[in-house]
């Protein structure tokens, strides 16, 4: 990634253990950090039920935003079908949230091997990586990887001399955010518009052409080869007890080093963007921030003083870890012409199957614009609240949720300058976005 | 197989069809669709619903599931576009680093607004959701390649070189 790098490289980390250099995403290089070492110690020294036993040991929850065990979702595939499909879930569209590019592009090896392990763990002889259909050095870095790992043995038949065969298929998007939910990618990856699928059944159970299928983040997947090559417990062992593991931070907004952070869980938030980042841009003081992506609840200042970054505390704190994108928010902002650049992409990316969210995120838009053009009116305000109240949980899946928290939030912790919007016909911030 | 539409198989389409079909299991013709679509985009610029049919054909699926799909998938264009397609972000993190000053830029600049093709027909400038650049915000991809922690003056060098 061109721009601001990533600071503080340790031998320990599970990403950034390594100074990037121009080859350093290549097999030659990877293998010289230790890489594949995981695999050949799987395929020399375990069975597929070891593999699940560490990861599960580890405590490892899925990265992509939704938190759940990963141990549990492998252990719901049955092992004996005679099919079993994983799929690698690299549709990173969550605004705020930029990781799993880093990944694709610098440690392509390291997704590989992670893909490859649980593909051995799950029994799966196929695996699929649905990327971005934007990205493009991504995926030229991971076409390359897979090239150089087909040349040397580790994927298709026979892998380093074993009994075991994976093959690995790159599937490109088509610039949908919803299909970065499991059910949809599914439905897109078998050649259809990207529908969410009423669960259940979930996809362990009846998933891509329905068989069995694990759908998993491009993170959760490359932390595997850490855990086979170290154990679960020295994994579990790392940041917070309730949520372990290290993760891949995104900083972005009005930060003065944004970019990406890999941090132990259990982190403190304020040090994060205040120590780490370099504070707020221009010295000002903090207003808000969207602590995990786009679609979780927006915090205030002083809610984030002794906020520490793992799901429990962020659940505690009425809001949630997410995909790790943190959107750092100077005061001076305006919290309604901000909110129209989340209702806006909702309503864009809503895709139309359910009707709370098809109707509800054209309605919240269409009232946030009303009232940015000065024609608001004072049951709006009201609306902005009932209108997400009746999509939250009603929907096949989290994009009604995700379209209907930010604006909750938003409403209820700035809910004043909604008000003065409403009653003045303009901005208490001059519509003021950057800092 | 059956034949497509006299005009469609263009370029060696059908080759590169067949390449593509060999990366993937048997039995999966119909997860072709997507990434085929994605082929006739790359050779003609846009797809037509004949190239539905014959993306249809080939893979074996309805045509309406084709057709469907290709006006669902927001990066597959219906329409013929400018030779350069300029992207430029309008979500949250490059909003907070200053994506209204850019577009309102590149609107002046091109003299289009977002969604237009330029009279010369060289460029398309759209407003687009993240593209995963939050970190390096503002941004825009051209073509392919993603340009990062722009201001007005680099959007300047990128567009000129290309014209």
Redesign the interface.
Known sequence: ????AAEGVHADNVFMSFAVTSDSHTLDAYRGRGGYEALAKALRTLQPEDVEREVTASGLRGRGGANFPVGSKWSFVNKQSPVVYLCCNAD???????K??WILEHVPHQLVEGVLLAAFALHAR?AFVYI??????PLRRLRGALQEARAAGLVGEGILGSAFAC?I?????????VCGEESSLIN???????YPRNKPPFPAVKGF?GAPTVVNNVETLANVPWIVARGGAAYAALGSKANPGHRLF?????VNR???YERPTGYSLRKLIFEDAGGVLGGKALKAV?PGG?STPVLTASEIEALTLDAPSLQQAGSMLGSG?V?V?AEG?CMVR?LQ??T??YR??SCGQCTPCREGTAWMDDIIARVVDGRGEAADLANLQAIPEGILGNTLCALGDAAAMPVLSFVKKFGAEFDYFVANRRSLYDGR??? | MKEGPGDTDTGGLREQFDRLGG???RQ?S??????L??IVQQQKGHVTAADAHFVADY?G?PPA??I??LS?????HRQPVGRHVV?VC????C????S??LLAHVEKTLGVAPGGTTADGRFTFLAV?????????PVM?VD???H??LDEAKVDRVLEELR
């Open positions: 990634m061109s721009g601001p990173e569209g969550e605004p705020g949230t930029f799993d590019r196929h971005r259909g934007e990205f493009d050095l093959d298929v790159v599937h490109r998007g088509g610039g949908a955010y897109s990856l078998e050649g259809k518009k990207g052409y995104g900083l972005s907004g009005h944004p970019g990406l969207i786009s994108g959107i928010v902002t901000l650049v989340l806006r992409f864009h990316e976005l950057e800092a | 990366t993937y299991p999966m119909a997860s072709l669709v997507l990434p679509l994605q893979a699926v599931q084709v469907e799909a669902w998938y927001t990066m597959l992207k309008r979500n949250i993190a909003a907070l680093r200053g209204d000053r959701e993240c593209l995963a650049s939050c970190g390096t915000a991809q392919e390649t993603y990062e922690q």
